[in-house]
């Protein structure tokens, strides 16, 4: 389905007097402090961040799932639901595919129908986490460290396989995450695992295309809980710098024990331009796949610094990252909980370009914790909502996206289209 363009102006021109007020006051207050709100909303309109595939359906615990109804069966559903987050939000201008189950049928009818959506193949993701139906080896104790060189060979195969996908449809990266490691004491030679997966992932290097690059993602624990190969960013990093240049690191927010000062590592990664890609979510206890934002904003905001740091330092040999929603859970509409991750991401961002840089660096020299404080928070704790709100409105999309979607009956309508018993394809 497409939203009707009249249909959402009319939503829009209700709220529009609120919104000018609102915004109208912000842009002053930014003035005053040498700020151009027009600079910021050129930014936060060129701030596009990739929906996965396996975000669109509901997501499940190892105790149950429960269907939203109305869940995309197909990869051209999927591109359809990104296509409708990204009219309403303008900022999610990327699908982000995972294979096997995304393999698209007829590779210029997919790529003509994002097109029309406005969207681009960002990262395509590899699945050696679970045996396919039809595959011949068992990945039960591991794929590219598997002791066995058959096994490795069949996910080094795969890999090159999602290669070949995501390069038919312009993608131009690879995203490696693997559940392996091992669940006891003394079942894994760490050293071996890790020298095994480093030489399957430099087979699976030597395939990548010139103007491609290949992040390692890592995770201390699940689904093995004693140990997991790629554990944490330093051997995520190890992996990456013995690859090569078109190797990086990968950060998801969720993949860190609890505590674990994030900002850090991205502005670690970023100084020696190894930080390929960011995957979103929110959690309080492990890799929970909780709405970006719904719980701890102001870490996000913390690593929004650092990372606008990064890409606004002209002496920054990191590439431009790539951005991910990587969350999935089981309550919320999928689409609701997108278009909340989405204005999460982009209010950290938002508030991030606020800091006043220049000060925050005298405040360092001059060892005064309680003034960088203060800059931090000021930035913090200033309501760009309206910033975010005028972005959209001048790109066209909603004022205010979870309201327009609860008001164009969207999920009413993909039921009506698809069934009230649909189960998404793919995790
Ligand atoms: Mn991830």
């Known amino acids: 389905m497409r939203i009707d363009k009249q249909q959402l102006i009319q939503i829009n021109d209700q709220a529009l007097p609120d919104h000018r007020e609102s915004f109208g006051h912000l842009s002053k207050v930014l003035a005053k402090?040498?700020?151009?709100?027009?600079?910021?909303?050129?930014?936060?309109?060129?701030?596009?961040?990739?929906?996965p595939?396996?975000?669109?359906?509901?997501?499940?615990?190892?105790?149950?799932?429960?269907?939203?109804?109305?869940?995309?069966?197909?990869?051209?559903d999927k591109i359809g639901d990104v296509g409708l987050l990204h009219q309403l939000s303008q900022s999610a201008g990327a699908i982000s595919l995972h294979i096997p189950w995304d393999i698209p049928g007829d590779v210029?009818?997919?790529?003509?129908?994002?097109?029309?959506?406005?969207?681009a193949f960002d990262a395509v993701n590899s699945n050696t986490f679970q045996d396919q139906a039809d595959q011949e080896h068992s990945y039960k104790f591991g794929s590219l460290c598997h002791v066995?060189?058959?096994?490795?060979?069949?996910?080094?195969?795969?890999?090159?396989?999602?290669?070949k996908y995501g390069d038919a449809l312009g993608s131009k990266s690879l995203t490696v995450w693997l559940a392996d490691g091992s669940s006891f004491p003394g079942q894994l030679n760490f050293?071996?695992?890790?020298?095994?997966?480093?030489?399957?992932?430099?087979?699976?290097?030597?395939?990548?295309?010139?103007?491609?690059?290949?992040f390692v993602e890592y995770k201390p624990y699940e689904p093995n809980f004693y140990s997991t190969v790629i554990q944490d960013w330093g051997s995520s990093h190890m992996l990456a710098d013995k690859l090569g240049d078109k190797a990086y690191s990968l950060v998801d927010l969720g993949h860190h024990l609890p505590n674990t000062n994030i900002e850090q590592i991205v502005?670690?990664?970023?100084?020696?331009?190894?930080?390929?890609?960011f995957h979103f979510n929110d959690s309080k206890y492990g890799d929970d796949d909780l709405t970006v934002g719904?719980?701890?904003?102001?870490?996000?905001?913390?690593?929004?610094?650092?990372?606008?740091?990064?890409?606004?330092?002209?002496?920054?040999?990191?590439?431009?990252?790539?951005?991910?929603?990587?969350?999935?859970?089981?309550?919320?509409d999928p689409m609701e909980d997108l278009l909340q991750s989405l204005e999460a991401i982009k209010l950290a961002y938002a508030q991030a370009l606020l800091v006043d840089r220049a000060a925050l660096e005298e405040a360092r020299e001059n060892?005064?914790?309680?003034?960088?404080?203060?800059?931090?928070?000021?930035?913090?704790?200033?309501?760009?909502?309206?910033?975010?709100?005028?972005?959209r409105l001048q790109s066209n999309g909603a004022l205010d996206p979870v309201g327009a979607y609860r008001r164009l009956n969207i999920r009413k309508e993909l039921i009506s289209l698809r069934g009230a018993k649909t189960i998404s394809t793919g995790l």
């Open 108 to 119: 210029q009818a997919v790529k003509a129908l994002a097109d029309s959506y406005g969207l």
């Open 33 to 51: 402090k040498g700020l151009d709100a027009n600079e910021v909303i050129k930014k936060l309109q060129a701030f596009q961040v990739a929906i």
């Open 148 to 163: 066995d060189k058959a096994v490795r060979q069949q996910a080094i195969d795969h890999n090159l396989e999602v290669i």
């Open 191 to 214: 050293k071996r695992a890790f020298q095994r997966t480093l030489s399957s992932l430099q087979e699976i290097y030597a395939g990548l295309p010139a103007d491609w690059k290949l």
């Open 267 to 277: 502005a670690t990664l970023m100084m020696v331009g190894k930080l390929g890609g």
């Open 367 to 391: 060892n005064d914790p309680s003034l960088a404080q203060e800059i931090l928070q000021n930035a913090y704790r200033t309501d760009v909502r309206p910033l975010l709100a005028e972005a």
């Open 294 to 332: 719904a719980l701890k904003p102001y870490q996000l905001f913390l690593i929004f610094n650092e990372l606008v740091d990064g890409m606004e330092d002209p002496t920054s040999t990191n590439p431009y990252p790539a951005w991910m929603i990587d969350a999935s859970h089981n309550l919320k």
């Open 53 to 76: 595939s396996w975000a669109l359906g509901t997501g499940g615990t190892r105790f149950g799932r429960f269907s939203t109804g109305g869940e995309p069966g197909t990869l051209e």
